[in-house]
């Protein structure tokens, strides 16, 4: 009876002493690590004490060092964690002078997907604010870093082997990415493109592809190269005339080349034909048909 007496007092003295502790830990909002609570468990009237000492020891945790914690856990979510009066566009947070604001939303773009914020990121590295504009320059330092070695690697496997159709189409969709994307401009932008009119002219080599031919109008356009987008462009219709993209990129080159004939021709053919357009299809046939109307 006795021994069952003290054992009972052992482990009742235990319990204890581990609910103690974690009521502790509760109220002085201390942390430390779930399996330490395994341990306070596990080991008789020690375990506890421990884990008290421990607790006492590490502090109470600093306000902000919670917000990154309880950011951590929620950066599979989707939405901000902002409560919804708070939330506020990254285009108006740009243009209003409060710097808290924009801080915590330039680090929500970093942690997200920075390509998606691109072109206000680009606004953002002159910002008035530094920290913001540090935040905005080193994200695009690092998008250009991911490009560069992306197309550096690409580059040395087709080195390896020049025949391989499905690398030659991927280092072409990335290196499209990179011109169209904005981190590029004067002499290297238009290096880089001419760059992208060979790999278009390879893909275009081995498999008449729309969207090959869509890009090669683009970027044949951003060159000046008038006549390979016109060509380009009239390859699209030819081949795939109920496509909506075949005959958008047919007012692109009409509109960007300033052809009001070729855009009344355009029209009258696309009237006879039955092209099924997509919502963002007309919304983009608005979009030209009004750039045209302006000038």
């Not at 945790?61 to 506020?88: F, W, Y």
């Not at 044949?220 to 016109?230: G, Y």
Request: negative net charge; charged residues 25%.
């Amino acid at each position: 009876m006795n021994s069952d007496y003290v054992l009972s007092l052992i482990l009742g003295s235990h319990g204890l002493l581990v609910l103690s502790a974690l009521l502790y830990a509760n109220v002085s909002k201390r942390r430390i690590d779930a399996f330490y609570y395994l341990w306070m468990l596990l080991l008789p009237v020690f375990g506890p004490l421990s884990g008290w000492l421990m607790l006492r020891a590490i502090g109470k945790m600093p306000q902000k060092i919670e917000m990154i914690h309880r950011r951590d856990d929620e950066r599979e979510s989707p939405l901000p964690s902002l409560p919804a009066a708070e939330m506020v566009p990254l285009e108006e947070a740009l243009l209003i002078n409060d710097p808290r604001q924009r801080r915590t939303l330039m680090m929500q773009v970093l942690r997200s997907d920075p390509m998606q914020y691109l072109d206000l990121l680009l606004i953002a590295r002159f910002n008035e604010d530094s920290e913001t504009a540090h935040y905005a320059t080193a994200t695009i330092m690092e998008l250009r870093r991911y490009f560069h070695l992306g197309l550096h690697e690409k580059l040395k496997e087709l080195t390896q082997n020049e025949t391989d159709i499905k690398m030659q189409r991927e280092y072409a969709d990335l290196l499209h990415v990179y011109c169209q994307s904005g981190l590029l401009e004067g002499s290297l932008l238009k290096s880089q493109r001419i760059n992208l009119k060979k790999a278009l002219g390879k893909c275009l080599m081995h498999m008449e592809d729309p969207q090959v031919l869509s890009m090669m109008v683009q970027n044949s356009l951003a060159l000046n190269d008038i006549d390979e987008a016109r060509a380009a462009a009239k390859r699209l219709l030819i081949n795939w005339p109920l496509e909506e993209n075949s005959w958008l990129e047919g007012m692109r080159v009409c509109v960007e080349t300033c052809d009001q004939s070729c855009m009344i021709t355009l029209l009258e053919n696309m009237g006879n034909t039955s092209v099924d357009f997509t919502g963002k299809g007309r919304r983009q046939l608005l979009f030209w048909g009004e750039k045209k109307h302006e000038e």
